[in-house]
């Protein structure tokens, strides 16, 4: 899905350039002015400072499940999802040595090629990296190292493609959100995500509270919990329920699970993307 927008709209990621969150900018945001950040935490702040208008997070995977790091910012955040793109993720393994004895890349990254990697070189080492475009140029001119990224990343800092999509698993895709401090108007094809914390930790009282949408008819594409931060022991849930927060149904549910919970925020509503990218298109 993109969002046209004019040549002077700003938009943060977890640069630097070549890392998938710069590669679903161009996806989300064509023609935005891209501001590079070093962490996600970054990315976040400043977006929500005003420095730019929106920024991208990763909040999925389809091999490894949800970047729990990303989400757990969205909680307390004044931004709002207003987009969301599934980005086709094809790992290579980029390297100018003849010989590999380490390997470097984001933990996301290995964990989705682990297997592939140990079976090409049962011997390396391998390192994790907060950022693998970062690390791109550092292993440049050092014997022996690769890293695990995209090709992109070989274009921009001269490495060789030693080996062609490793990840273990054919379809990998790699869900991304954009925020921005607007809400998006329906389009009769949305998603909507929330976070709530129940009212009661009792048998049942989660079924209870997905009930109203399932008497709607209102599907749920994912839930989640993450620990309560503020109340160890507790759980906030996250959700993504198919449907416009202007929706008459999903008005009606959203304030029927209101009244079993002592927190609920929605994040956002937006256009909804498939994972069932066709085959043409990774």
Avoid at 18 to 37: E, R
Avoid at 177 to 201: A, E, Y
Wanted: hydrophobic share 40%.
């Amino acid at each position: 899905m993109q969002y046209h927008v004019s040549s002077n709209t700003k938009v943060a990621y977890l640069g630097p350039r070549g890392t998938w969150s710069d590669i679903a900018s161009d996806l989300l945001a064509p023609g935005a002015l891209k501001v590079p950040a070093s962490s996600f935490a970054e990315v976040m702040e400043i977006a929500e400072s005003g420095a730019t208008d929106s920024c991208v997070l990763p909040v999925e995977n389809s091999v490894e499940g949800p970047v729990t790091s990303a989400i757990d910012l969205m909680v307390d955040s004044k931004l709002k999802i207003t987009g969301e793109a599934m980005v086709p993720v094809r790992h290579m393994l980029l390297s100018n040595s003849e010989k590999i004895e380490k390997i470097y890349s984001h933990p996301q990254a290995i964990a989705q090629c682990r297997k592939t990697i140990k079976g090409l070189y049962p011997l390396a080492q391998i390192y994790e990296a907060s950022s693998t475009a970062e690390m791109a140029q550092k292993i440049r001119q050092e014997a022996g190292s690769a890293i695990i990224g995209s090709d992109r990343i070989s274009e921009i800092y001269g490495l060789k493609i030693k080996e062609r999509d490793i990840c273990d698993f054919p379809r990998n895709f790699t869900r991304f959100v954009i925020l921005s401090g607007k809400n998006t108007p329906p389009t009769g094809k949305d998603k909507t995500s929330i976070t709530f914390i129940l009212g009661r930790n009792e048998a049942g009282s989660l079924v209870k509270a997905l009930l109203p949408f399932s008497k709607r008819g209102i599907n749920l594409s994912m839930v989640m919990s993450r620990p309560d931060k503020f109340n160890p022991g507790s759980y906030r849930f996250f959700m993504d329920a198919l449907g416009h927060f202007l929706d008459d149904a999903m008005k009606s549910a959203i304030t029927e699970l209101s009244d079993q919970c002592s927190s609920i925020r929605i994040l956002g509503s937006y256009p909804a993307s498939s994972w069932n990218v066709p085959r043409e298109e990774q």
